[in-house]
C-alpha cells in the first residue's frame, strides 16, 4: 500500500462549483496532515494544515479522520485560480519530513 | 523578504558525470529538506537538516547521493555518477526551526535531465 494515495483525477468543474478531494495514509503514526497547491511547472506551496476538529478557511475545509487515516479537501465556489494539483501530505513516523501524495489535479472552467 | 533559491534552474548533463545543486534557504530558517520530483511522481523526501543535528538522511535513494550544509545556511545536493533514472526536478525548502508542523517553504527546484 502507497504511504499516501489520492485520485489522480483530472476533476473538471464549472465555476462555481463544490468538489471534494479524499486521501488515505498508511502510517498510523503520522501526527501532522496538510493540504498543499502545485500550480503548472511551480514549487508547492501550503493550502492549509489539517486538524482532528476539522478546519475551514473561506472557501476551503479540510477534514481528518484518523481512526480510517483519511483526509478530506472541500472546496467550495470554485474559482479559475483555482486550478492546480492539490497534495495530500502527511508527516512521517519520525517527524522529521514530509510525505507527499501525487497530487490530484484541479481544473476549473468558466 | 527573500524566499527560498535554488541554482541552477535547469541543469543538462551526460551520464556518469557528477552535478551539484545548490539551496539559499530562508534567511534565520534553521531547517532544510531536499525533495525530488520525478515526473508523474510525488514529491520524495531525500535529506533533513535541522542546526547543527546530524543530518536525517533516510530517503537518499543511493549512496551515489550526498548533501552538506555549511554555517547552517546554504546547502549543495550532489549527485556522483549520474544515471537516467536521476532526471527530476530536485526541490529545497525550509522552515523556520524544524517541527513538522511548520509551512516548509519550497524553493522553485532544479530541473535535471540526464542523457
Known amino acids: 500500500r502507497k504511504e499516501v494515495e489520492q485520485d489522480p483525477g483530472p476533476f473538471n468543474v464549472p465555476e462555481g462549483a463544490t468538489v471534494a478531494f479524499n486521501c488515505t495514509y498508511s502510517n498510523s503514526a503520522s501526527q501532522s496532515f496538510f493540504w498543499y497547491r502545485q500550480d503548472c511547472r511551480k514549487e508547492p506551496k501550503l493550502l492549509m494544515s489539517?486538524?482532528?476538529s476539522g478546519n475551514e478557511d473561506g472557501r476551503f475545509t479540510a477534514q481528518l479522520n484518523r481512526a480510517s487515516q483519511y483526509i478530506s479537501l472541500l472546496i467550495r465556489d470554485s474559482k479559475l485560480s483555482d486550478s492546480a494539483t492539490y497534495l495530500c501530505v502527511v508527516s512521517n513516523q519520525a517527524g522529521t519530513a514530509l510525505i507527499f501524495g501525487k497530487g490530484t489535479t484541479l481544473s476549473v472552467s468558466s | 523578504g527573500a524566499g527560498v533559491s535554488q541554482s541552477p534552474s535547469n541543469k543538462v548533463t551526460e551520464k556518469g558525470k557528477d552535478v551539484e545543486l545548490r539551496c539559499d534557504p530562508i534567511s534565520g530558517h534553521t531547517a532544510l529538506y531536499w525533495y525530488r520530483q520525478s515526473l508523474g511522481q510525488g514529491l520524495e523526501f531525500l535529506i533533513y537538516f535541522q542546526g547543527n543535528s546530524a543530518p536525517d538522511k533516510s530517503g537518499l535513494p543511493s549512496d551515489r547521493f550526498s548533501a552538506e550544509r555549511t554555517g547552517g545556511s546554504v546547502s549543495t545536493l550532489t549527485i556522483q555518477r549520474t544515471q537516467q533514472e536521476d532526471s527530476a526536478v530536485y526541490l529545497c525548502a525550509s522552515s523556520d526551526r524544524g517541527r513538522i508542523q511548520e509551512t516548509q517553504y519550497f524553493g522553485p527546484g532544479t530541473r535535471l535531465l540526464v542523457l
Open positions: 489539517v486538524y482532528s
